[in-house]
Structures are given as C-alpha cells and as structure tokens.
C-alpha cells in the first residue's frame, strides 16, 4: 500500500528537505506530490520554521526552460533566481521519497487576467479570469508545454492532473467574491459554460443550434437570480427539458478527450487525474466524461475530503461504476473541515482501503499540525 503527501514547495525548502523526507519517513510516507504549477493561494502554514503564512499568485515554482508557444507559466517571485522544483529533486535524489508532479492546468487567475481572450466566456461574453478555457489552441498548448517540460526533467514518478478541465462556473470561491442571488447548482454551472469562440465553433460542428443553447443559459440564470426558477430545480431535469444546452455541454466532453490524449503523449510518466473536487456523478459539470478519459490515465485520484469512513468509501463506489477498469487512489483531508480525531482518520484509512483505493494521499503536509501528521502515522501504521 502507499500513501503521499500533498506538499508545497514553501514547506519542504523552508523546513529542509533532508527534515522533512526524515519526517515523512517516521510517518510512513514514502511519496511527496510536489506542487510544480499552482493557483493562487494564500496558506496557514502551522509548523513551518521560517513563517505562518505564504501568498502567491497562480506561478510555477519550476523555472521554465523550454520553448513556450504563446501562453508560458510565470515563476513565483519569491524564488528570485531560484528554482525550488529542481532544488527538492536534488535534495530528495537517492532518499527513500519519490516525487510526483502536482500539476495545475487551466484554473490560472493570473493568466487569465493577462489573457482575457483565453479564459471561459459565461453565456453573457464576460471573462472568468480564474479558468482557462481547454478548447482554446492557445491554452492547450501552453498545457502540454508546461507537461512536456515537467515530464523531461526525469525527476517524476507520476505527473498528477487538476483542473485539466473547464472550471465550475463560481471558481470554487475567488476572493471577496461577492454572489448575493441564489444561483443553485444548475446556475453555477451554467453561469460557467464556456461561450468562447472556440466552444461555439466546436457544438456547432457537433450540430448544436448554438444561439438557442445560449438564449436558453442566460434566461434560466436570470430566472434564477429573480427567484422566478428555484434555486433548487434538478440540474439534470432541466438540461433534459433544454436538450440544445444538454448538446452544447456535451461536445465539451470531445474537447476535454482529445487533450488528454495529447497529453498523455507528452507524458513519459505514470499519469493521474483528480476527479470529485465536485460530486464524483457531476464531473460532467467540468467536461469530463470519465470513462472516456479513462483511455489516457494511469489512475483516478477520488478526492473523498470526507467525515466519515462510509462517505468517502462511497465517492470511491460511485467513481467504479463510472471506470470500472481504471485504477483508483483516494485523497483525504486528515484536518479542519473534515476531520477532528485520530480515529477518524484511522476509520477514513481503512474505508477506502476497504473501498478498493490501490493508493492514498493527505492534503497538505504544510497545511497540518503535527498532531494531524501524527494521526497520519497511526492510521497507516498497520499498512507499513
């Protein structure tokens, strides 16, 4: 069995690296998922040495070396003419710890406030500046370049995917954000369905009345703003009784297919996505058809930031039904919100265990305190 942490490149540095693969060792941690390309941020860092908070914009914390089309990551200031990535590999070279590449694709505010023509376009022509859009060529290529790099460094045993998609359409929270009309789920995401050029052009070729789709999205959210649609009407009945939007949200799934398999022949590594950072059943919401992705994947990591062992083993269930043959690894949040005990996360352990997860890794080494990492080392003793 094994078992990762999620890790800033911040802490690890901060702290030493030789400290720290010493401490995931007494923990029984033998992976660091490092993060190589990242949104902004701001961190409570409890148990690091050199500070208690960190803010970044999205950046990279590896220097870009290779030729970038158009689009190319923005190293984090804070490096000056440093390069924390390959510094940790250096440091971890020869150790008991393996590195993967946690890899954030298109959720880059600061990219997207840059390049407002490369963002998703709501049904009403605004740029939501935090989500790149997938089906823009300019945006898939500077995905595979950043890919592409990551995979030549050698340094990575797995290259792990998050938001390789079209973000939900509120962000997941962007700061002070401000939504004082009851939007629901259905208009979250319709708010988010992506109306740029390129998405257009795409469900047209798919035979999709495009104009109609959109008429039918800014009516609805308007409706729901109103209060004249509740905000709980069923996400999946209305797109049945709209079958022009149910077409326009589908031909996303093509677009989110085709770049997975690009990247997947990018990628020397084992490689990963994460799915359920929404509902497992709803990662349609992001384009995602996962047993069509399945195709290009190594393995699903099923986000289960649960209470309960029986919740997070059903996120696993629902995401085997859906890829039956894909493997599954388990992420858990062993902290706040989630989780207040060490038998708690002994009882989340075993679930998705039990569940069939062939791996499981904990959100966030920086982010715990040491009594939480000392949880994690009680609930993995026995799997040692």
Same mark, same amino acid.
């Given at each position: ?15 030493? *690296? ?11 941690? #033998?992976?660091?998922?490092?993060? #190589?390309?990242?949104?902004? *941020? ?32 923005? &190293? ?15 440091? *971890?070279?020869?150790?008991? *710890?393996?590195?993967?590449?946690? #890899? ?11 390049? &407002?023509?490369?963002?998703? /376009? ?6 939501? $500046? ?17 890919? +592409?790099?990551?995979? $030549?460094?050698?340094?990575?045993? /797995? ?15 962007? %700061?002070?954000?401000?939504? %004082? ?18 998405? /257009? =052009? ?24 109103? +209060?004249?649609?509740?905000? #709980?009407?069923? &996400? ?5 009784? %709209?079958? =022009? ?67 997070? $083993?059903?996120?696993?269930?629902? $995401? ?25 996360? /002994? ?34 003793? =026995?799997?040692?």
């Amino acid at each position: 069995m094994d078992f990762a942490l999620w890790a800033y490149p911040w802490d690890v540095l901060d702290e030493g *690296v030789d400290a720290v693969v010493e401490r995931l060792d007494d923990i029984g941690i #033998t992976e660091i998922n490092l993060a #190589t390309n990242y949104h902004a *941020v701001q961190a409570f860092l409890p148990h690091n040495p050199a500070r208690k908070t960190f803010f970044a914009r999205a950046s990279s914390y590896f220097r870009p070396d290779a030729e970038y089309a158009d689009l190319k990551p923005v &190293p984090n200031e804070t490096m000056g003419d440093g390069d924390w990535v390959r510094e940790i590999v250096d440091g *971890v070279e020869g150790s008991e *710890v393996s590195l993967n590449s946690w #890899t954030v694709g298109c959720h880059n505010s600061r990219l997207g406030l840059r390049r &407002p023509e490369a963002t998703i /376009r709501t049904p009403f022509g605004d740029s939501l $500046a935090f989500g790149l859009c997938p089906a823009n060529p300019t945006v898939r290529r500077y995905l595979l370049d950043v890919l +592409g790099e990551l995979s $030549a460094l050698g340094a990575f045993d /797995r290259i792990e995917l998050e938001s390789f998609d079209y973000m939900y359409g509120t962000g997941f929270g962007w %700061h002070h954000q401000k939504i %004082h009309a009851r939007l629901g789920t259905l208009g979250e995401f319709l708010f988010g369905l992506c109306f740029c050029d390129h998405c /257009r =052009e795409n469900a047209a070729n798919d035979g999709v009345d495009v104009d109609r789709a959109r008429r039918a999205c800014r009516e609805a959210i308007l409706r729901l703003a109103e +209060g004249r649609l509740p905000s #709980t009407v069923d &996400p999946y009945g209305w797109l049945a009784a %709209h079958p =022009e939007v149910e077409g326009y949200a589908d031909a996303r799934t093509d677009v989110l297919t085709t770049l997975f398999s690009d990247c997947r022949a990018v990628v020397d590594a084992k490689m990963g996505y994460y799915v359920g950072l929404l509902d497992v059943e709803d990662a349609w919401m992001q384009g995602a058809d996962l047993a069509r992705l399945a195709d290009s994947l190594d393995y699903y990591t099923v986000i289960a930031y649960e209470s309960s062992g029986t919740a997070a $083993a059903d996120r696993l269930r629902v $995401a085997d039904d859906l890829t039956p043959d894909v493997p599954l690894h388990a992420g858990l949040l062993p902290g706040h919100p989630a989780v207040r005990d060490a038998a708690t996360v /002994r009882e989340l352990v075993d679930a998705v265990v039990d569940a069939g997860a062939e791996r499981v890794s904990f959100y966030n080494y920086g982010l715990l305190p040491e009594r939480n990492l000392d949880w994690i080392r009680e609930a993995i003793s =026995e799997y040692a």
